[in-house]
């Protein structure tokens, strides 16, 4: 016998409001942990793809789109840029770092990026088995890919034309696997790196017209922090090339996804303070049935403060356990999320993390559920028990 | 053990109990009787602590309960004073045992569950332990409400009303229970009723709005 096992025993009682209650708290929180789990890893994933890049220079046209190609590689690139072009530009003083990337097939939807060893360095990649590759078609896959695709070192595949599924194969110049690369967390996983030459051998074979060699982008590390002010100026100058800042175009892109965030998230927030609502009229209700309970504990000797901190009690129960609920739901869902967009192989999230700001928000559930407690829990304490008993 | 002197008990301007004197010793067993509105449920209440006299002065066991406020009052109702309201009120969320055990709880004492088993056994309630309060028969329900009111060993028993409704054999039942618990803790019994069947098993007598 305890305040908890009195309280319980109230809510045993009331099972369909009980329910209702859980229900609807759970709800509300588990859209608001989804959100958090699936921004907060979303950023984090973009942060890591694009750190120690300052400047993307690719070709002409959008530069949210140079850099969802050339850093995030989840949009196709706008076009090709003369390899003389990007030679000058990393031998510009301001440039520390330059990594050429040449794009345009794929492995089961996989890019087969033609680079240099500079490109896994930077994402601090380690070769699992195998090794890099040195001659020509030969290819190093991302974790994601060799687990996907079973590949081994040794074996050989053929890449398709474009970035999407379904394309040309070009099946009669095979790649090479020579080594696979340990799992970064980043988006070197699901690429398949190899020489640009290999890249331009494809093609040539392919029967496209040579003209001058050509590269897709170049990933920039700045020389100074004063470059930042002079060589996308400098760059955007050039007839042939323009720059972008990985930065400021994922700050750009999260500032247009953040709106539809926020209105979920005043969602997620509704649905929690309607919870509280609920919860709030199912205790005023209760207490109208439970007066002559109240009424009969006073009787027994318990004190009016023993009265609130029993409604109170059953208000943060309820709130606890429905936000509990709601954040494993929300782990859950985003899970499933994660599942289904891993399908399409993009930016997945995963459920099973866990983000500190899931603490303030079972804080916020626990907050609705007193508030909703808080008359409710004064009418019990200020009640006049002896007409109570005498009435019935 | 019981001493009341001078009390009067008013709402607004309306006098509903007017009582200069009354004493009751250790274990007597004492019937309050009158007719309706004649205030015998207000004495109760009074005598519990429930309501706070207009005036005058309530002494039990040699605790003055004007003394006595807030949880204080409470908690010393809880331990001293045993009542079987006249609508039993019992809590219909619980259990019969834990109907029982509400009064250690709530009263700060220990749980006593040896007590409580000995009390439904004896009263013949054994099967019900696990029943709620809706499951059982009137009968029942009023000795589950009796042996909530005894199971702190109280100084004071108060029953209202305690036959309301019962045909003659159960009259002399429940009034059997309340003697007979009464007398096994040493409790001091007030039993307030308008039941004239009551009279004959009480010696000691209080008449109210005569």
């Not at chain 1, 989804?34 to 750190?51: F, H, N, P, W």
């Not at chain 1, 922090?225 to 323009?242: K, S």
């Not at chain 1, 509704?270 to 207490?287: D, E, H, K």
């Not at chain 1, 599942?339 to 626990?366: C, D, I, M, N, Y």
Request: hydrophobic share 50%; proline share 3%; glycine share 10%.
């Amino acid at each position: 016998m305890t305040l908890a096992g009195i309280s319980l025993a109230y809510l045993r009682a009331r099972p369909l409001a009980t329910a209702l209650n859980l229900l609807l708290l759970a709800l509300g929180v588990a859209t608001i942990t989804v959100l958090l789990l699936a921004t907060a890893q979303l950023e984090g994933r973009m942060g890591r793809d694009a750190r120690g890049i300052d400047l993307v220079a690719g070709a002409k046209g959008s530069p949210m789109q140079l850099v969802l190609s050339a850093v995030f590689h989840i949009d196709a690139p706008a076009g090709n840029i003369p390899l003389a072009d990007a030679l000058a530009l990393a031998r510009n003083r301001a440039v520390k770092k330059a990594i050429p990337l040449a794009l345009g097939d794929s492995f089961r939807g996989y890019r087969i990026v033609g680079t240099n060893h500079d490109y896994p360095a930077h994402y601090g990649a380690r070769v699992a088995s195998g090794r890099l590759w040195s001659g020509p078609m030969e290819a190093v896959l991302g974790a994601e890919v060799a687990s996907a695709s079973a590949l081994a070192v040794g074996a050989s595949f053929a890449g398709a034309h474009g970035l999407g599924e379904g394309g040309e194969v070009h099946a009669e110049e095979p790649f090479k696997v020579t080594g696979i690369f340990a799992s970064t967390g980043t988006v070197l996983d699901r690429l398949v790196l190899t020489s640009v030459e290999s890249v331009w051998e494809v093609h040539e074979h392919a029967g496209q017209p040579a003209g001058g060699k050509e590269i897709t982008a170049l990933l920039i590390q700045y020389a100074t922090p004063l470059a930042a002010a002079m060589l996308p100026r400098q760059v955007n100058a050039t007839a042939t090339l323009q720059a972008a800042s990985p930065a400021y175009e994922s700050a750009r892109l999260f500032r247009m996804i953040g709106v539809g965030v926020d209105v979920l998230r005043a969602f997620g927030l509704v649905l929690v303070l309607a919870a509280g609502l609920s919860v709030f009229i199912a205790l005023l209700n209760a207490l109208e049935d439970r007066r002559y309970d109240l009424a009969v504990m006073r009787m027994l000797g318990a004190g009016r403060g023993r009265l609130m901190s029993l409604m109170l009690f059953e208000g943060a129960a309820l709130a606890l356990a429905g936000g509990a609920a709601g954040i494993v739901l929300g782990h859950l869902l985003t899970e499933l999320l994660g599942r289904a967009l891993g399908q399409a192989r993009r930016a997945a999230v995963t459920g099973w993390t866990w983000q500190p700001a899931e603490f303030w928000l079972l804080g916020l559930a626990l907050a609705v559920g007193l508030a909703a407690a808080l008359l409710p829990a004064w009418r019990a304490y200020r009640a006049d028990v002896a007409p109570i008993l005498a009435e019935g | 053990m019981l001493r009341l002197s001078g009390i009067r008990q008013r709402y607004g301007a309306k006098q509903v109990l007017a009582l200069d004197r009354f004493a009751a010793a250790a274990g007597e067993h004492w019937l309050v009787l009158g007719a309706s509105g004649s205030g015998k449920t207000t004495l109760l209440n009074l005598i519990a602590g429930l309501l706070a006299p207009s005036e005058g002065e309530i002494a039990v066991g040699g605790q003055i309960l004007a003394m006595l406020e807030g949880a204080a009052l409470d908690r010393w109702r809880g331990r001293n004073v045993g009542i079987v309201p006249q609508k039993l009120h019992l809590v219909s969320s619980l259990s019969v045992l834990d109907n029982l055990l509400l009064a250690p709880y709530l009263a700060g004492l220990s749980s006593d569950k040896a007590r409580a088993a000995s009390l439904l056994e004896k009263l013949n309630l054994k099967e019900n332990s696990k029943a709620k309060p809706h499951q059982l028969s009137h009968g029942q329900a009023q000795r589950v409400a009796v042996a909530r009111a005894v199971m702190n060993r109280p100084k004071l028993l108060l029953a209202d009303e305690p036959t309301a409704n019962l045909d003659d054999a159960h009259c002399e039942q429940a009034l059997d229970l309340l003697q007979d618990q009464a007398g096994e803790c040493g409790a001091t019994l007030i039993v307030a009723t308008h039941d004239q069947r009551a009279k004959a098993r009480f010696d000691k007598r209080l008449e109210l709005g005569a």
